[in-house]
């Protein structure tokens, strides 16, 4: 039993802002509300600090199998419990690929014996997400799947999404779309415009991704499925999934911390900026921004993408694409969107937790009955991110060193704390 | 005194008072190569480490007789980097060389920013020469060097910048110096290759389409190599860049009377520019190679630091 006392409690599903208390008895959530009181419970105090759902991310890379030496899912999770996550989907394009229920099993397993967080892996649309065949998906959700993906790139074809929304929709998987127009991207490594043609870097440009949000979007139209789009990271992509919403069509999107607070601009000759997509215009930003405030995007997920640093110290162009995103993504959106005053704690909330849960299908409540999983965090600890310090195994990230206002306290999952500054 | 450079990376982030001290420096090495007795004794003792990480016979050879005409050894390292092919990193590659402990390291790489990665990391000198389509300095120099003999300056010329400009460093470094100095500059190639993001780079830098207009009363036309290795996706066909951007003697006489004509070599004659032109009076082809190897015995002069030079011909030593 733990009871949580004098925290401010932040549900957007009840649009609840409130001091209040919130008892815990094993993995369930007992009670909430004020002075409670319970005797053989274990105390904590959380005097200053908001209390939320726990978090969940949508959008992850945990390595593992086939890329132990850049994470495992030990180690990730452990990364994930610090950013203040509770629930993580790491996506299918490991080695091999989860595209069986064979391997959803071992990541389950896994899961089971070294997580921190919970684990709910995304599978491939795909046979080894190679584009032709649709996966085993059915079998794979019976395994423990949430949703399908061939994250790190988009679904093929046309026809092969189609195919996958239409076989999706009565198991009710959303199909969640890595876009890119991949004849723009190739060769590509950055955002085109004038940075890339001052750094001699090859440039995609920003209708790279919106090109397949339309096509994606389009096909959604024609199914009816739901279709979500991955790190969604243009002023046009946003503008098309804002239509698609106003249309009355099954469309979520997400975005990533490292989009709504960098840009092209910022690109070094450093491979800590390069990840795919690339970083935007100062524009993209801006309408990222507004889009998370007005509710066109459903949720903020890291993109988590870990690289050992012998594969990332080494020539922009020859780098792979990603960055570590866990720790530092409440800290960004806090910096980004609380602090500016540009959202409420509420809506913030509601990006880490009832945003991606409504995506999955799913609910978040801090409500009796509900499982134990608890989010801590201060909006006003001063702090300074060091990726040396990160629970990930590798230090990809351009946040090194960045100093914060805010940030997580203790993730609690099943009713344990898992994770506490 | 303009501020000291550790290393050469690129010429974007020198001001003009270091590009005046690097091209007035230059001059007495130019006296050098005229001399009969070519070779000083001023880096003896010191070491360069060439390391070319793209295949290039003329800008190496040029380093190399400018380390050697100083007196300084030279360790010369040639690998071929396929992307695709994955050998030792360009970190162990570089340390290695460092083990070796050279006074200054030039480097070329098909990757932009390969000799910027390779400056934070090592407390050697690093002269870029030539990084994928980023920039190539000591051409510019050499190039601005060229300009300034033939003009007499570089301040309100008018050049014109021939090809494919998105892909070239040479453009980029010349378009960085020449716009420094006040130098108006016209970009002409084929739409894919200028894009309008060019124009961000400097100020007093127009996109003319047409060649017949890019040409029109220039001081200096730099005509650049068409690099079909380097064009990613199809490329243009080779007639379609010849009816409508080599540079002809015909289409030279919309440009001043007195203008001089450079080409970075190896020249695509018939290509990018019609043989009489490569040839004839306006061309300054041949300083330019001369003109490389003297900006470049400065700079190995300069970063690795060897005996003062006051007068070039009072340290002539023949080893």
């Known amino acids: 039993m733990l009871l949580i006392k004098n925290g401010r409690v932040v549900d957007p599903a009840s649009g609840t802002d409130a001091l209040l208390d919130v008892l815990l008895v094993e993995d369930r959530i007992e009670r909430v509300g004020p002075a409670l009181t319970a005797p053989q419970a274990d105390l904590f105090d959380a005097t200053g600090l908001v209390v939320a759902p726990g978090f969940i991310d949508l959008h992850c890379h945990l390595r593992e199998p086939g890329g132990e030496s850049s994470e495992t899912i030990e180690t990730g999770t452990r990364a994930a419990a610090r950013g203040g996550f509770t629930a993580v989907c790491p996506m299918p394009n490991t080695n091999p690929v989860n595209d069986n229920a064979a391997v959803t099993r071992f990541l389950l397993d896994r899961a089971a014996s070294v997580a921190s967080v919970r684990v709910w892996p995304i599978g491939a649309v795909s046979k080894n997400s190679s584009g032709e065949t649709l996966a085993e998906i059915a079998a794979m959700q019976q395994a423990g799947i949430v949703a399908i993906s061939d994250d790190g790139k988009p679904v093929a074809t046309a026809r092969l999404l189609r195919q996958a929304m239409e076989y999706c929709f009565p198991l009710g998987l959303p199909v969640i779309d890595h876009c890119e127009d991949s004849s723009l991207a190739a060769g590509a490594v950055m955002r085109e415009g004038a940075r890339s043609v001052r750094l001699g870097l090859r440039g995609m440009p920003a209708a790279t991704e919106s090109i397949c949000v339309a096509r994606d979007i389009q096909i959604a139209e024609l199914t009816g499925g739901r279709l979500h789009i991955a790190h969604l990271s243009t002023r046009a992509s946003l503008e098309l999934v804002r239509a698609a919403k106003r249309a009355g069509l099954a469309v979520t999107c997400e975005v990533t911390p490292h989009h709504f607070t960098l840009t092209d601009e910022d690109v070094l000759y450093d491979a800590r900026y390069k990840m795919n997509p690339p970083l935007g215009s100062r524009a993209d930003r801006e309408a990222l921004l507004a889009g998370l405030a007005d509710g066109t995007v459903d949720a903020i997920a890291t993109d988590h993408a870990p690289h050992e640093p012998a594969l990332k110290e080494v020539e922009f162009d020859r780098a792979p694409f990603g960055i570590i995103g866990f720790e530092t993504a409440l800290a960004l959106a806090l910096e980004q969107l609380l602090h500016p005053g540009r959202l409420s704690l509420l809506r913030l909330v509601e990006l880490f937790t009832t945003g991606p849960a409504r995506v999955l299908g799913r609910s978040r409540r801090l409500a009796p009955g509900e499982p134990a999983d608890l989010t801590m965090f201060s909006t006003e600890l001063e702090w300074t991110f060091r990726a040396e310090q990160s629970a990930s195994k590798s230090r990809n990230t351009p946040f090194d060193g960045r100093r914060f206002r805010g940030g997580p306290v203790a993730t609690i999952v099943a009713g344990r704390i898992v994770w506490q500054r | ?319």
């Open chain 2, 1 to 319: 005194m303009p501020e000291r450079i550790r290393h050469l990376l690129d010429i974007e982030s020198l001001n003009t008072e270091q590009i005046t001290a690097l091209l007035d420096q230059s001059k007495p090495f130019q006296e050098i190569q005229r001399m009969p007795l070519k070779k000083l004794a001023t880096l003896r003792g010191k070491s360069v480490a060439i390391a070319f990480f793209e295949p290039s016979t003329r800008t190496r050879i040029s380093f190399a007789t400018a380390a050697a005409r100083l007196g300084a050894d030279s360790m010369q390292l040639q690998a071929e980097t396929s992307s695709l092919k994955k050998g030792e990193s360009l970190l162990d590659t570089v340390y290695t060389l460092e083990a070796m402990k050279p006074d200054c390291i030039v480097i070329r790489h098909s990757a932009s920013g390969a000799p910027h990665f390779v400056a934070e990391r090592l407390p050697v000198p690093v002269i870029n020469a030539g990084d994928g389509t980023h920039e190539h300095p000591t051409q510019a120099l050499l190039d601005a060097l060229t300009i300034r003999d033939r003009k007499g300056r570089l301040e309100g010329l008018h050049v014109t910048i021939l090809g494919d400009v998105l892909h070239s460093r040479v453009a980029r470094s010349n378009i960085h110096l020449l716009a420094k100095f006040g130098a108006h500059i016209r970009l002409c190639g084929p739409p894919m290759w200028v894009p309008r993001e060019l124009e961000c780079l400097a100020p007093n830098l127009t996109r003319v389409p047409r060649l017949e207009q890019a040409l029109e009363d220039a001081d200096v036309v730099i005509v650049l190599r068409v690099q079909l290795e380097r064009i990613h996706g199809p490329a243009l066909p080779l007639e379609e860049y010849i009816l409508q951007y080599q540079l002809t003697e015909a289409r030279l006489r919309r440009a001043r009377p007195d203008a001089i004509v450079l080409h970075p070599g190896p020249m695509n004659r018939g290509i990018e520019i019609e043989p009489a032109v490569a040839d004839g009076p306006q061309s300054c082809v041949r300083e330019q190679v001369t003109n490389g190897l003297a900006v470049r015995m400065h700079l190995l002069y300069l970063l690795i630091g060897g005996a003062p030079i006051d007068s070039p011909g009072a340290v002539h030593a023949a080893d």
